[in-house]
């Protein structure tokens, strides 16, 4: 036995004896155990189900005092970690559950609900710079109602979200000075009225802290200036109108950039106290893998605890890494390695390729689509390139406009606002492009990067049609954008609902569905041939590999695909009668999905959109190469196997603050994919079962196809397949009844994970 151990061991073996003795004089809720010997090798422990008291310090210097469950804290206790953080309240299988209270070293004190390690529920937080919170938590942040008072002496009472102000909320500055309106991701950010300390008010829009849109100054005297609002002077317009009788226009002197320069100087939001570790981000000495570790050179006795001498190569432990409760029996070698013949029966290995290659053909000189390409380039570089306007968020009625399309020639010789080019002379339209550019900025898009990705030197590629309408979709070099060609009529409905995409995009900056950047069609000079295409994120831009995709309508007719098993690969869009997964998402996640599942299903059913998927890509985590034995019995080296998941793994994810940065709504989102069967009994079965086999996952997801509306020709293909099928379970039904059965299905497909 090594003296680190052996010192543990002393330790732990005397508060052992003091507390089993404490426990037989004082407490008769424990159930009754033999404490009369003293031997650690013979103590019958508390036996399965059975609550007792103890206290156990951890070869790191942690601590824990209070009651146990089955060998995990249970019921009330305190946990002192070596770093100085205490946790004294409430526990349920080893995770800090109820009513408790936090400390940090640093002085900083949450006091309130816990749930499964998260500050969750009603609490309260005092930071160590004398910052108090007042209010709802959910999963460690701020979230719901709230109250904030400042260390300056500030103080905000209002909606929160993941941590900062968001939705409606009051803000009050020492000085005076208060805000009353709404927020965004921690800053002023919608509609509101801020009124200074002297009575003077600005009642109107806000974009990241400052009035930038419609808005009303207004004096104490009744004189106001009515105008559009921003920080660039040369964007500032707007009328001052003296107050009522009064013959001196007493603020006409007065300048709107004035705001800007001092008054919003004083209205500083005061940042708050970030939580350098959050409690659910703390090991405990009593998780399974140190608990593990420091145990190698003993015995653990039935509740975990260490018993002297005996030099035993293989032990059993009765609980399994996985937190959730269901414990299975593993058997554990002298070096710490868990037996493959034990593992659990459920783990399966998926099979998944060592490499994925890059989708798609790329189009060279040759490709029958090389001119096309070439034109497109070309125009892009045409539309984004040229100079416009600064950019306003608050765009015109005109700028939708129907008309608002824009033809420009391309001879190959060049002309005053086009390059020479080698290709044959082309037409190239713009529809509604000052829409388009404000969309690249609400995006985030820069303009150069866009033009590299399209227009550099590296071609696009050409999938091979994924689609059934026919259409061609190509990827950019770099994966970011993906353009699809399309039918007039979906060009039509697009820009029909313009309007309606332009705000629903602007006002839910978390919205699943696609994001359009461009929209263009090219004509050859001399023919009638039109290619119009729409440019779009491609939902799987990421680093991560896709091992799996699947477009999810919530309609079972034709919904599997057409390829034989033996030809899916990473590439293959598998469909709602593939799927054998339920997504399980974090509740913080999980809650924000299903929001802006109801938010976007409620907006393309406003615009009669049918037909839309909800687009999933799936990445298991941590797939190594490893040997397995296939089905004829051969080994195989070349398959790679996902491990199984631990509840903890996803928490880990989620609150790693390197993740955290990249990870959105739809991107790079932690999960745990659990594997699903279709009973065989039962045909119409769209969801399987649950199996209990879990992977770690990273899923990325979004709503795409929303081009399809409610046309008469839909109405006809409904009118015709209903007489031969169950009209509920194919495609074409209306849009109210689309958005039902794609929200049904789409909310048992991901669920909760708890
Ligand atoms: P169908 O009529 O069969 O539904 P379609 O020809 O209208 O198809 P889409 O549904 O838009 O085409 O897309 C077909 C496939 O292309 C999708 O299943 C998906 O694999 C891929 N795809 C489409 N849009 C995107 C996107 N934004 N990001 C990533 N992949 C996409």
């Given at each position: 036995?090594?003296?680190?151990?052996?010192?543990?061991?002393?330790?732990?073996?005397?508060?052992?004896?003091?507390?089993?003795?404490?426990?037989?004089?004082?407490?008769?809720?424990?159930?009754?155990?033999?404490?009369?010997?003293?031997?650690?090798?013979?103590?019958?422990?508390?036996?399965?189900?059975?609550?007792?008291?103890?206290?156990?310090?951890?070869?790191?210097?942690?601590?824990?005092?209070?009651?146990?469950?089955?060998?995990?804290?249970?019921?009330?206790?305190?946990?002192?970690?070596?770093?100085?953080?205490?946790?004294?309240?409430?526990?349920?299988?080893?995770?800090?559950?109820?009513?408790?209270?936090?400390?940090?070293?640093?002085?900083?004190?949450?006091?309130?609900?816990?749930?499964?390690?998260?500050?969750?529920?009603?609490?309260?937080?005092?930071?160590?710079?004398?910052?108090?919170?007042?209010?709802?938590?959910?999963?460690?942040?701020?979230?719901?109602?709230?109250?904030?008072?400042?260390?300056?002496?500030?103080?905000?009472?209002?909606?929160?979200?993941?941590?900062?102000?968001?939705?409606?909320?009051?803000?009050?500055?020492?000085?005076?000075?208060?805000?009353?309106?709404?927020?965004?991701?921690?800053?002023?950010?919608?509609?509101?009225?801020?009124?200074?300390?002297?009575?003077?008010?600005?009642?109107?829009?806000?974009?990241?802290?400052?009035?930038?849109?419609?808005?009303?100054?207004?004096?104490?005297?009744?004189?106001?200036?009515?105008?559009?609002?921003?920080?660039?002077?040369?964007?500032?317009?707007?009328?001052?109108?003296?107050?009522?009788?009064?013959?001196?226009?007493?603020?006409?002197?007065?300048?709107?950039?004035?705001?800007?320069?001092?008054?919003?100087?004083?209205?500083?939001?005061?940042?708050?106290?970030?939580?350098?570790?959050?409690?659910?981000?703390?090991?405990?000495?009593?998780?399974a893998p140190?608990?593990?570790?420091?145990?190698?050179?003993?015995?653990?006795?039935?509740?975990?605890?260490?018993?002297?001498?005996?030099?035993?190569?293989?032990?059993?432990?009765?609980?399994s890494y996985d937190s959730s409760?269901n414990g299975r029996r593993h058997s554990i070698d002298?070096f710490g390695r868990i037996s493959l013949d034990q593992m659990p029966r459920n783990i399966h290995p998926i099979l998944l390729p060592k490499t994925i290659k890059?989708?798609?053909?790329?189009?060279?000189?040759?490709?029958?689509?090389?001119?096309?390409?070439?034109?497109?380039?070309?125009?892009?570089?045409?539309?984004?390139?040229?100079?416009?306007?600064?950019?306003?968020?608050?765009?015109?009625?005109?700028?939708?406009?129907?008309?608002?399309?824009?033809?420009?020639?391309?001879?190959?010789?060049?002309?005053?606002?086009?390059?020479?080019?080698?290709?044959?002379?082309?037409?190239?339209?713009?529809?509604?492009?000052?829409?388009?550019?404000?969309?690249?900025?609400?995006?985030?898009?820069?303009?150069?990067?866009?033009?590299?990705?399209?227009?550099?030197?590296?071609?696009?590629?050409?999938?091979?049609?994924?689609?059934?309408?026919?259409?061609?979709?190509?990827?950019?070099?770099?994966?970011?954008?993906?353009?699809?060609?399309?039918?007039?009529?979906?060009?039509?409905?697009?820009?029909?609902?313009?309007?309606?995409?332009?705000?629903?995009?602007?006002?839910?900056?978390?919205?699943?569905?696609?994001?359009?950047?461009?929209?263009?069609?090219?004509?050859?000079?001399?023919?009638?041939?039109?290619?119009?295409?729409?440019?779009?994120?491609?939902?799987?831009?990421t680093e991560h590999a896709i091992h799996r995709r699947f477009?999810?309508?919530?309609?079972?007719?034709?919904?599997?695909t057409?390829k034989p098993e033996s030809e899916i690969d990473p590439t293959t869009t598998l469909?709602?009668l593939d799927l054998n997964y339920i997504f399980r998402?974090?509740?913080?996640?999980?809650?924000?999905?299903?929001?802006?599942?109801?938010?976007?299903?409620?907006?393309?059913?406003?615009?009669?959109?049918?037909?839309?998927?909800?687009?999933v890509g799936v990445h298991f985590r941590d797939s190594c190469v490893r040997p397995i034995t296939t089905a004829d019995g051969k080994t195989n080296t070349e398959l790679v196997a996902p491990r199984l998941s631990r509840v903890d793994e996803t928490?880990r994810l989620?609150?790693?603050?390197?993740?955290?940065?990249?990870?959105?709504?739809?991107?790079?989102?932690p999960a745990r994919a659990e594997v699903t069967v279709r009973?065989?009994?039962?045909?119409?079965?769209?969801?399987g079962d649950p199996t209990g086999e879990c992977y770690d996952v990273i899923i990325f997801?979004?709503?795409?196809?929303?081009?399809?509306?409610?046309?008469?020709?839909?109405?006809?293909?409904?009118?015709?397949?209903?007489?031969?099928?169950?009209?509920?379970?194919?495609?074409?039904?209306?849009?109210?009844?689309?958005?039902?059965?794609?929200?049904?299905?789409?909310?048992?497909v991901?669920?909760?994970d708890?």
């Amino acid at each position: 036995m090594n003296s680190e151990c052996s010192g543990i061991f002393r330790l732990k073996s005397r508060k052992l004896q003091a507390s089993l003795k404490k426990r037989s004089k004082s407490n008769s809720i424990f159930a009754p155990m033999s404490v009369a010997h003293v031997d650690d090798e013979e103590l019958p422990g508390p036996g399965p189900g059975e609550l007792y008291q103890d206290e156990k310090v951890f070869s790191n210097g942690d601590m824990y005092t209070g009651e146990w469950l089955d060998n995990l804290p249970h019921g009330h206790g305190k946990y002192s970690w070596n770093d100085g953080c205490v946790y004294e309240g409430q526990w349920q299988k080893g995770k800090t559950m109820g009513n408790g209270k936090f400390s940090w070293p640093s002085g900083a004190i949450y006091e309130g609900n816990f749930k499964k390690g998260y500050m969750d529920g009603k609490g309260s937080y005092t930071g160590s710079n004398g910052e108090t919170y007042r209010g709802s938590w959910v999963m460690n942040f701020k979230h719901g109602h709230g109250t904030m008072n400042y260390p300056n002496g500030d103080s905000y009472e209002g909606d929160w979200r993941r941590g900062v102000q968001e939705g409606n909320g009051k803000y009050h500055w020492k000085n005076g000075h208060n805000f009353v309106g709404q927020w965004r991701n921690g800053v002023i950010e919608g509609k509101g009225t801020l009124t200074w300390a002297n009575g003077n008010k600005f009642d109107g829009f806000w974009a990241d802290g400052l009035p930038q849109g419609q808005g009303t100054y207004k004096w104490v005297d009744g004189s106001y200036y009515i105008g559009s609002w921003s920080m660039d002077p040369t964007e500032q317009s707007g009328t001052y109108y003296p107050a009522k009788g009064s013959s001196v226009p007493g603020n006409i002197e007065w300048e709107p950039q004035h705001v800007y320069r001092v008054e919003m100087e004083e209205c500083k939001v005061c940042p708050h106290e970030k939580i350098s570790m959050f409690p659910s981000q703390k090991a405990m000495g009593f998780d399974a893998p140190s608990f593990h570790k420091h145990s190698s050179t003993g015995r653990l006795s039935i509740d975990g605890r260490l018993s002297n001498g005996s030099n035993m190569s293989t032990y059993s432990w009765d609980r399994s890494y996985d937190s959730s409760g269901n414990g299975r029996r593993h058997s554990i070698d002298a070096f710490g390695r868990i037996s493959l013949d034990q593992m659990p029966r459920n783990i399966h290995p998926i099979l998944l390729p060592k490499t994925i290659k890059k989708q798609g053909e790329t189009i060279s000189k040759g490709h029958r689509n090389f001119e096309l390409m070439l034109n497109l380039q070309l125009g892009i570089r045409h539309s984004v390139g040229r100079p416009g306007p600064p950019i306003n968020l608050d765009l015109k009625s005109s700028a939708f406009d129907p008309k608002e399309k824009f033809w420009t020639r391309f001879p190959p010789e060049g002309s005053k606002h086009t390059p020479p080019h080698p290709s044959c002379e082309f037409k190239w339209k713009d529809y509604c492009p000052l829409v388009f550019r404000t969309l690249r900025k609400l995006f985030k898009v820069d303009a150069a990067d866009y033009m590299l990705s399209i227009c550099g030197n590296d071609a696009l590629r050409e999938l091979s049609s994924p689609g059934k309408s026919g259409s061609f979709f190509y990827l950019t070099h770099d994966d970011k954008y993906m353009i699809k060609t399309m039918k007039k009529a979906e060009v039509k409905v697009l820009i029909r609902m313009l309007p309606a995409y332009y705000n629903h995009v602007r006002t839910f900056e978390d919205t699943l569905v696609t994001r359009f950047y461009g929209l263009h069609c090219v004509k050859l000079t001399g023919t009638q041939k039109k290619v119009r295409f729409v440019i779009m994120g491609n939902l799987f831009c990421t680093e991560h590999a896709i091992h799996r995709r699947f477009d999810l309508k919530g309609s079972s007719h034709g919904r599997t695909t057409e390829k034989p098993e033996s030809e899916i690969d990473p590439t293959t869009t598998l469909k709602d009668l593939d799927l054998n997964y339920i997504f399980r998402l974090q509740r913080f996640w999980f809650q924000e999905f299903c929001r802006q599942v109801d938010r976007d299903c409620d907006f393309l059913e406003q615009e009669r959109i049918m037909d839309y998927s909800l687009l999933v890509g799936v990445h298991f985590r941590d797939s190594c190469v490893r040997p397995i034995t296939t089905a004829d019995g051969k080994t195989n080296t070349e398959l790679v196997a996902p491990r199984l998941s631990r509840v903890d793994e996803t928490d880990r994810l989620v609150f790693d603050p390197s993740e955290w940065a990249s990870i959105r709504l739809g991107i790079n989102m932690p999960a745990r994919a659990e594997v699903t069967v279709r009973r065989t009994d039962c045909e119409a079965q769209l969801v399987g079962d649950p199996t209990g086999e879990c992977y770690d996952v990273i899923i990325f997801f979004g709503i795409i196809d929303i081009l399809q509306d409610y046309d008469i020709s839909k109405k006809l293909e409904h009118a015709y397949k209903a007489i031969q099928y169950d009209p509920t379970a194919i495609s074409a039904v209306d849009p109210k009844q689309y958005s039902k059965r794609f929200r049904d299905f789409i909310f048992k497909v991901f669920a909760e994970d708890g």
